[in-house]
Antibody
Protein backbone atom coordinates (compact mmCIF):
# COMPACT_ATOMS: atom_id res chain seq x y z
CA UNK A 1 0.00 0.00 0.00
CA UNK A 2 1.36 3.40 -0.99
CA UNK A 3 1.84 5.69 1.99
CA UNK A 4 3.12 9.25 2.17
CA UNK A 5 3.53 10.72 5.66
CA UNK A 6 4.47 14.37 6.08
CA UNK A 7 6.04 15.89 9.18
CA UNK A 8 7.82 19.01 10.31
CA UNK A 9 5.02 21.56 10.21
CA UNK A 10 4.21 24.09 12.91
CA UNK A 11 4.05 27.75 13.85
CA UNK A 12 6.95 29.90 12.67
CA UNK A 13 7.63 33.63 12.63
CA UNK A 14 7.86 35.56 9.36
CA UNK A 15 11.36 35.47 7.92
CA UNK A 16 12.28 32.22 9.68
CA UNK A 17 12.81 28.74 8.23
CA UNK A 18 11.14 25.36 8.42
CA UNK A 19 11.90 21.98 6.83
CA UNK A 20 9.17 19.54 5.91
CA UNK A 21 9.71 15.83 5.39
CA UNK A 22 7.62 13.22 3.60
CA UNK A 23 8.35 9.55 4.32
CA UNK A 24 7.30 7.25 1.51
CA UNK A 25 6.55 3.55 1.66
CA UNK A 26 4.80 0.87 -0.34
CA UNK A 27 6.51 1.66 -3.64
CA UNK A 28 9.99 2.11 -5.13
CA UNK A 29 10.48 5.77 -4.24
CA UNK A 30 13.47 6.26 -6.54
CA UNK A 31 11.32 5.47 -9.60
CA UNK A 32 8.95 8.42 -9.19
CA UNK A 33 8.88 12.17 -9.56
CA UNK A 34 7.53 13.80 -6.41
CA UNK A 35 5.99 17.16 -5.56
CA UNK A 36 4.70 19.47 -2.86
CA UNK A 37 1.26 21.01 -3.16
CA UNK A 38 -0.24 23.44 -0.65
CA UNK A 39 -3.68 24.60 0.33
CA UNK A 40 -4.25 27.81 2.27
CA UNK A 41 -7.11 27.67 4.81
CA UNK A 42 -10.47 27.45 3.05
CA UNK A 43 -8.74 27.94 -0.32
CA UNK A 44 -7.90 25.88 -3.37
CA UNK A 45 -4.86 23.81 -4.20
CA UNK A 46 -1.57 25.29 -5.38
CA UNK A 47 1.39 23.40 -6.80
CA UNK A 48 4.64 24.42 -5.07
CA UNK A 49 7.57 22.36 -6.38
CA UNK A 50 8.51 19.16 -8.18
CA UNK A 51 11.65 17.03 -8.19
CA UNK A 52 12.57 14.35 -10.69
CA UNK A 53 12.96 10.72 -9.66
CA UNK A 54 16.75 11.01 -9.37
CA UNK A 55 16.85 14.53 -7.99
CA UNK A 56 18.56 15.94 -11.06
CA UNK A 57 15.76 18.34 -11.99
CA UNK A 58 13.67 20.65 -9.85
CA UNK A 59 10.83 23.05 -10.67
CA UNK A 60 9.23 25.77 -8.54
CA UNK A 61 6.35 28.17 -8.69
CA UNK A 62 7.54 31.74 -9.04
CA UNK A 63 6.37 32.87 -5.60
CA UNK A 64 8.66 30.39 -3.80
CA UNK A 65 11.62 30.40 -6.19
CA UNK A 66 14.80 31.34 -4.30
CA UNK A 67 13.15 30.74 -0.90
CA UNK A 68 12.10 27.06 -1.02
CA UNK A 69 14.26 24.06 -1.91
CA UNK A 70 12.86 20.65 -2.77
CA UNK A 71 15.17 17.67 -2.33
CA UNK A 72 15.05 13.94 -1.79
CA UNK A 73 17.03 11.10 -0.24
CA UNK A 74 16.25 7.98 -2.24
CA UNK A 75 18.15 5.76 0.20
CA UNK A 76 15.75 6.89 2.93
CA UNK A 77 12.66 7.11 0.67
CA UNK A 78 12.12 10.64 1.93
CA UNK A 79 11.16 13.90 0.24
CA UNK A 80 11.99 17.28 1.75
CA UNK A 81 10.95 20.90 1.44
CA UNK A 82 13.29 23.47 2.96
CA UNK A 83 11.35 26.71 3.40
CA UNK A 84 13.35 29.87 4.09
CA UNK A 85 12.29 33.52 4.44
CA UNK A 86 8.76 32.44 5.21
CA UNK A 87 5.89 34.87 4.66
CA UNK A 88 2.37 34.99 6.02
CA UNK A 89 1.08 34.00 2.57
CA UNK A 90 2.94 30.68 2.89
CA UNK A 91 0.49 29.65 5.61
CA UNK A 92 -1.15 26.47 4.34
CA UNK A 93 -1.47 22.74 4.64
CA UNK A 94 1.39 21.21 2.66
CA UNK A 95 0.88 17.88 0.90
CA UNK A 96 3.48 15.69 -0.69
CA UNK A 97 2.23 13.86 -3.74
CA UNK A 98 3.48 11.32 -6.23
CA UNK A 99 3.53 12.31 -9.92
CA UNK A 100 2.92 9.64 -12.56
CA UNK A 101 2.29 9.46 -16.28
CA UNK A 102 -0.25 7.81 -18.51
CA UNK A 103 1.55 8.12 -21.81
CA UNK A 104 2.66 11.75 -21.73
CA UNK A 105 -0.22 12.90 -19.54
CA UNK A 106 0.87 13.44 -15.96
CA UNK A 107 -1.09 13.66 -12.74
CA UNK A 108 -0.82 13.11 -8.97
CA UNK A 109 -2.01 9.64 -8.01
CA UNK A 110 -1.25 9.54 -4.26
CA UNK A 111 -1.20 12.29 -1.65
CA UNK A 112 -0.06 12.42 1.94
CA UNK A 113 -2.36 13.47 4.77
CA UNK A 114 -0.84 16.94 4.84
CA UNK A 115 1.02 19.01 7.42
CA UNK A 116 0.04 22.49 8.59
CA UNK A 117 2.46 25.41 8.37
CA UNK A 118 1.45 28.67 10.04
CA UNK A 119 3.57 31.77 9.52
CA UNK A 120 2.72 34.38 12.09
CA UNK A 121 4.35 36.62 14.66
CA UNK B 1 0.52 30.40 -16.71
CA UNK B 2 -2.42 28.24 -17.80
CA UNK B 3 -5.59 29.39 -16.04
CA UNK B 4 -8.14 26.73 -15.11
CA UNK B 5 -11.65 28.13 -14.79
CA UNK B 6 -13.91 25.72 -12.96
CA UNK B 7 -17.70 25.94 -12.71
CA UNK B 8 -19.93 25.98 -10.87
CA UNK B 9 -18.32 27.05 -7.60
CA UNK B 10 -21.03 25.22 -5.68
CA UNK B 11 -23.72 22.73 -6.48
CA UNK B 12 -26.54 21.08 -4.60
CA UNK B 13 -27.85 17.78 -5.97
CA UNK B 14 -30.58 15.34 -4.99
CA UNK B 15 -29.96 11.66 -4.39
CA UNK B 16 -29.66 9.91 -7.75
CA UNK B 17 -29.33 13.14 -9.73
CA UNK B 18 -26.76 13.38 -12.50
CA UNK B 19 -24.43 16.38 -12.27
CA UNK B 20 -21.58 17.86 -14.27
CA UNK B 21 -18.64 20.04 -13.33
CA UNK B 22 -16.68 21.92 -15.98
CA UNK B 23 -13.09 23.06 -16.30
CA UNK B 24 -11.95 25.39 -19.04
CA UNK B 25 -8.25 25.89 -19.71
CA UNK B 26 -6.83 29.14 -21.05
CA UNK B 27 -4.99 27.16 -23.73
CA UNK B 28 -4.94 23.65 -25.15
CA UNK B 29 -3.81 21.17 -22.49
CA UNK B 30 -3.99 18.07 -24.71
CA UNK B 31 -6.06 16.03 -22.24
CA UNK B 32 -3.48 16.55 -19.46
CA UNK B 33 -6.37 16.86 -17.06
CA UNK B 34 -7.15 15.07 -13.81
CA UNK B 35 -10.07 15.32 -11.40
CA UNK B 36 -9.87 15.01 -7.62
CA UNK B 37 -12.35 14.72 -4.78
CA UNK B 38 -11.49 16.18 -1.39
CA UNK B 39 -13.61 15.53 1.67
CA UNK B 40 -13.49 17.85 4.65
CA UNK B 41 -10.17 17.66 6.48
CA UNK B 42 -8.80 15.01 4.14
CA UNK B 43 -6.29 14.94 1.30
CA UNK B 44 -7.42 14.91 -2.34
CA UNK B 45 -8.28 11.56 -3.92
CA UNK B 46 -7.78 10.90 -7.64
CA UNK B 47 -10.94 10.17 -9.62
CA UNK B 48 -10.06 10.66 -13.29
CA UNK B 49 -6.75 11.06 -15.14
CA UNK B 50 -5.86 11.82 -18.76
CA UNK B 51 -9.28 13.50 -19.06
CA UNK B 52 -11.33 10.30 -19.24
CA UNK B 53 -9.51 7.42 -17.52
CA UNK B 54 -11.17 6.15 -14.34
CA UNK B 55 -8.76 5.54 -11.46
CA UNK B 56 -8.84 2.00 -10.06
CA UNK B 57 -11.36 1.63 -7.26
CA UNK B 58 -13.39 4.72 -8.20
CA UNK B 59 -17.11 3.98 -8.75
CA UNK B 60 -18.20 3.84 -12.38
CA UNK B 61 -20.78 6.59 -11.82
CA UNK B 62 -17.84 8.99 -12.17
CA UNK B 63 -16.75 9.79 -15.72
CA UNK B 64 -14.64 12.40 -17.46
CA UNK B 65 -14.68 13.82 -20.94
CA UNK B 66 -13.31 16.64 -23.01
CA UNK B 67 -10.38 17.73 -25.10
CA UNK B 68 -8.48 20.86 -26.03
CA UNK B 69 -9.54 23.51 -23.54
CA UNK B 70 -12.91 22.14 -22.32
CA UNK B 71 -13.30 19.28 -19.83
CA UNK B 72 -16.04 17.93 -17.63
CA UNK B 73 -16.61 15.54 -14.76
CA UNK B 74 -19.97 13.77 -14.57
CA UNK B 75 -21.49 11.95 -11.64
CA UNK B 76 -24.31 9.73 -12.86
CA UNK B 77 -26.48 9.31 -9.81
CA UNK B 78 -25.46 11.41 -6.81
CA UNK B 79 -24.75 9.41 -3.64
CA UNK B 80 -24.35 10.76 -0.08
CA UNK B 81 -20.66 9.83 -0.07
CA UNK B 82 -20.08 12.06 -3.11
CA UNK B 83 -20.40 15.22 -1.02
CA UNK B 84 -17.16 17.16 -0.96
CA UNK B 85 -14.97 19.48 -2.98
CA UNK B 86 -13.88 18.69 -6.50
CA UNK B 87 -10.83 20.09 -8.29
CA UNK B 88 -9.38 19.76 -11.75
CA UNK B 89 -5.62 19.84 -12.40
CA UNK B 90 -3.73 20.56 -15.60
CA UNK B 91 -0.35 18.84 -15.91
CA UNK B 92 0.45 20.07 -19.40
CA UNK B 93 2.81 22.90 -18.55
CA UNK B 94 4.57 24.34 -15.50
CA UNK B 95 3.31 25.78 -13.28
CA UNK B 96 0.76 23.01 -12.93
CA UNK B 97 -2.51 24.67 -12.00
CA UNK B 98 -5.74 23.66 -10.35
CA UNK B 99 -9.28 24.82 -10.92
CA UNK B 100 -10.84 26.91 -8.17
CA UNK B 101 -12.95 24.02 -6.93
CA UNK B 102 -16.61 23.00 -6.79
CA UNK B 103 -18.36 22.34 -3.51
CA UNK B 104 -20.92 19.55 -4.01
CA UNK B 105 -23.65 19.03 -1.44
CA UNK B 106 -26.57 16.66 -1.14
CA UNK B 107 -29.88 18.44 -1.28
Amino acid sequence: EVQLVESGGGLVQPGRSLKLSCAASGFTFSDYNMAWVRQAPKKGLEWVATISYDGSSTYYRDSVKGRFTISRDNAKSTLYLQMDSLRSEDTATYYCARWVYYGYRGYFDYWGQGVMVTVSS
Amino acid sequence: DIQMTQSPASLSASLGETISIECRASEDIYSNLAWYQQKSGKSPQLLIYAANRLQDGVPSRFSGSGSGTQYSLKISGMQPEDEGDYFCLQGSKFPWTFGGGTKLELK
